[in-house]
T-cell receptor, first 113, second 114 residues
Framework: KQEVTQIPAALSVPEGENLVLNCSFT??????LQWFRQDPGKGLTSLLL?????REQTSGRLNASLDKSSGRSTLYIAASQPGDSATYLC????????????FGTGTSLTVIP | ETGVTQSPTHLIKTRGQQVTLRCSSQ?????VSWYQQALGQGPQFIFQYYREEENGRGNFPPRFSGLQFPNYSSELNVNALELDDSALYLC?????????????FGPGTRLTVL
């Protein structure tokens, strides 16, 4: 069974700062990793999907990297804004079943104006 | 393109009752997965439906059951509700043709069991 850990659990930064969120997983036999954003009490919004053959993926101010061999992914947010305040979750598929995804508990980000 | 929709938004039930939650998948997606998210936790996989059959199940008891319809929409049924069933229930759709590659989530149904 895949175990997913996200560090830190919570992060508070001033507006404009660059920041890095971390995700680690125990089984490196994954074919992708997905990062999500969740606003309080809401559903999940897909941010970035990285295939196992890719090392990184970019969308606007967001950049996600994947190092399968070390079981790690990072989400880099550039020039943070108050609107970035949310919980960020990473998810990886079960290496055997494939269609079952495991999530971390998330990093709660607060960007202070 | 229509996104994933879920109904109802909120639901309050008492212990022992039964509940049905509904999900419509994103246009073009034939696979629906259900997740339970307790407060402060990440979502946990309940099960997935593909071609109207269960296609994988997480560590949830049989009182959690589901259906998928020919139009790919889905229902999650929970019998004999317990207090610990209080959670946000999320539905995600994906395409089996792409190897369930990317999942798209609905807004969720908040279930409160009293």
């Amino acid at each position: 069974k895949q175990e997913v850990t996200q560090i830190p659990a919570a992060l508070s930064v001033p507006e404009g700062e660059n920041l890095v969120l971390n995700c680690s997983f125990t089984d490196s036999a994954i074919y992708n990793l997905q990062w999500f954003r969740q606003d309080p009490g809401k559903g999940l919004t897909s941010l970035l999907l990285i295939q196992s053959s890719q090392r990184e993926q970019t969308s606007g101010r967001l950049n996600a990297s994947l190092d399968k061999s070390s079981g790690r992914s990072t989400l880099y947010i550039a020039a943070s804004q108050p609107g970035d305040s949310a919980t960020y979750l990473c998810a990886v598929p079960d290496p055997l079943v494939g269609n079952q995804f495991y999530f971390g508990t998330g990093t709660s980000l607060t960007v202070i104006p | 393109e229509t996104g994933v929709t879920q109904s109802p938004t909120h639901l309050i039930k008492t212990r022992g009752q039964q509940v049905t939650l509904r999900c419509s998948s994103q246009s073009g997606h034939n696979t629906v997965s259900w997740y339970q998210q307790a407060l402060g936790q990440g979502p946990q996989f309940i099960f997935q439906y593909y071609r109207e059959e269960e296609n994988g199940r997480g560590n949830f008891p049989p009182r959690f059951s589901g259906l998928q319809f020919p139009n790919y929409s889905s229902e999650l049924n929970v019998n004999a509700l317990e207090l610990d069933d209080s959670a946000l229930y999320l539905c995600a759709s994906s395409s089996a043709a792409s190897g369930y590659n990317e999942q798209f989530f609905g807004p969720g149904t908040r279930l409160t069991v009293l």
